[in-house]
């Protein structure tokens, strides 16, 4: 049996390779920071890492983990309500809650899977999940997963929102679904508008902080603390493998009895290995630091604004950005793809985006920057970027 579908793998892998959207996989040799060494012994920069805040390898973060591994051991080898639950993950959902301002948390292995299960336990036919159509996979799936109707309203445009919105009126509940930071884009959802249509229109609000929280907002507490409506968003669902650290492990953060449904129903959290405590101490030492200083936010912020002022002035082709997300737009999928190979032999490590992670036609390099990134750093990539502008026709 296995010939005819490989036959048919192998036909398909040819023809996406022939169509330039074939990804490969570029090995590292070192720790996730701003400089890394790739397996040919080079030193590159790297620009397309969610290391945000520059903790991946944070001495602080590593000297927590290993506490939490002499301490508690090495893994659960167990789900939360059998025997998966130490106090340092009631200390970690505690500590989550406090810094987003929610009332609960709960800890899943990934935000995928946060997303994955938060609709189903809460939702049923009778009620209207009103999506962002620029959202996340993760968020996709877990509505595809519930049996509530499905309403899709373009980016961020609150006109088709609200017309979604009052075509759900029939439904018995209805929640708006938005990432924060749209994460191919790098623009934030208007939060402040969304929040005054859902209470019109007697609506939930849910969001997807993965790649704002730590990032945006003044101390990095995402879009409600851009907005000034933190408390108003009944639902908050976010990663530990962005800017909190970029290792693994997702959290849904909002209501009480939300989240204590979730504990009941949600069958990633039911199902699924509880986080290591080494990832869970460490988790724990992230949110303290972020408490004690601002000056890895400062930093982040300053780096975004100094790029994208002097890529704009380069002349390159590039989305408006609220985030440490800078899209850098070519259109053509294999030429994003030649852009990137270029700029590795430049020593910048970034990464050409195409169908099907951004719709046809809409191919693109995305830089993400860092707290790690030095000055030195920035003005070297857009020398490269320039240097490969030019030679690509890209920049006249």
Not at 105 to 132: H, K, M, R, W
Not at 216 to 241: N, P
Not at 277 to 305: W, Y
């Amino acid at each position: 049996m296995y010939g005819s579908i490989q036959k048919y793998l192998q036909e398909e892998i040819k023809s996406i390779r022939e169509a330039g959207l074939y990804k490969d996989e570029r090995i590292i040799t070192s720790p996730q920071e701003a400089e890394i060494k790739v397996s040919s012994g080079r030193s590159v920069l790297n620009f397309c890492a969610n290391n945000y805040l520059g903790l991946s390898n944070h001495p602080e973060l590593i000297a927590a983990a290993k506490e939490g591994m002499d301490t508690y051991g090495f893994g659960m080898s167990s789900v939360r309500f059998i025997c998966g639950t130490q106090d340092l993950h009631k200390e970690l959902e505690k500590k989550i809650a406090e810094f987003f301002g929610t009332e609960d948390t709960i800890l899943y292995a990934a935000c995928f899977d946060a997303n994955g299960g938060v609709f189903e336990p809460l939702l049923n036919s009778q009620d209207a999940i009103i999506s962002d159509s620029l959202n996340h996979a993760s968020i996709i799936d877990g509505v595809r997963l519930c049996k509530a109707q499905r309403y899709r309203y373009k980016n961020a445009d609150m006109h088709d929102l609200e017309e979604k919105l009052k075509e759900a009126m029939e439904q018995r509940f209805r929640i708006i679904v938005t990432d924060a930071v749209f994460s191919m884009d790098g623009n934030v959802a208007p939060m402040a508008e969304i929040i005054k249509l859902a209470e019109k229109y007697d609506a939930l609000v849910m969001i997807d902080e993965c790649h704002s929280a730590g990032v945006v907002g003044k101390t990095g507490r995402g879009v409600t603390e851009l907005f000034d409506v933190r408390g108003k968003v009944d639902i908050i669902t976010g990663t530990l493998g962005k800017a909190f650290g970029g290792a693994i492990g997702g959290f849904t953060t909002g209501k009480k009895e939300i989240v204590d449904m979730l504990r009941q129903r949600s069958r990633p959290y039911l199902f699924s290995n509880s986080l290591p405590p080494m990832i869970v101490k460490a988790g724990i030492r992230m949110i303290e630091m972020m408490s004690e200083t601002n000056d890895l936010q400062d930093a982040l912020h300053f780096n975004t604004d100094y790029f994208y002022k002097e890529m704009k002035k380069a002349g390159f082709d590039i989305k408006p950005t609220e985030s440490a997300i800078v899209p850098i737009m070519l259109y053509d999928a294999r030429l994003s793809q030649d852009f990137a190979a270029a700029l590795l032999k430049e020593g910048i490590y970034v990464i050409g985006f195409y169908f099907p992670v951004v719709p046809r036609g809409e191919a693109r390099i995305r830089v993400q920057l860092s707290t790690g990134h030095t000055k030195e750093h920035l003005d070297k990539a857009v020398a490269a970027f320039t240097k490969v502008g030019k030679e690509m026709g890209v920049l006249k």
